[in-house]
């Protein structure tokens, strides 16, 4: 298993209107199957709302840049991610199940 910090960050400040609209609903959609299998612990808009935060893991077979690729931000040119692949060393006792 492999384990990313994802920072994603608009690439034009912070993105309004009906095309940005469609494609927060369509990230969001994207990322639903990710939590229900268990991969996104968490995920969320950054305090400066210029972008977002995930937490995911993977398979040693799958790869993070097609997951990021895939992402519907990244198809509509509105966002872009630093990937930063991280070992677990500890974790609070409630989110032990995630590792």
Known sequence: MKYY????????????GLEF?????AHHTYLKP??????ILTSGPKASGHGGIILIKLEDSEKIEDFCDS???VKA????YKVV??????IQKYAKEWV
């Open 71 to 73: 992402d519907p931000f």
């Open 85 to 90: 692949e991280f070992k677990v060393f500890d």
């Open 21 to 25: 609209k469609k494609a927060l609903d």
């Open 5 to 16: 910090f994802l920072e994603g960050t608009f690439k034009e400040g912070r993105p309004e």
């Open 34 to 39: 990710f939590f229900e299998s268990g991969k």
């Open 77 to 80: 040119g509105v966002q872009e």
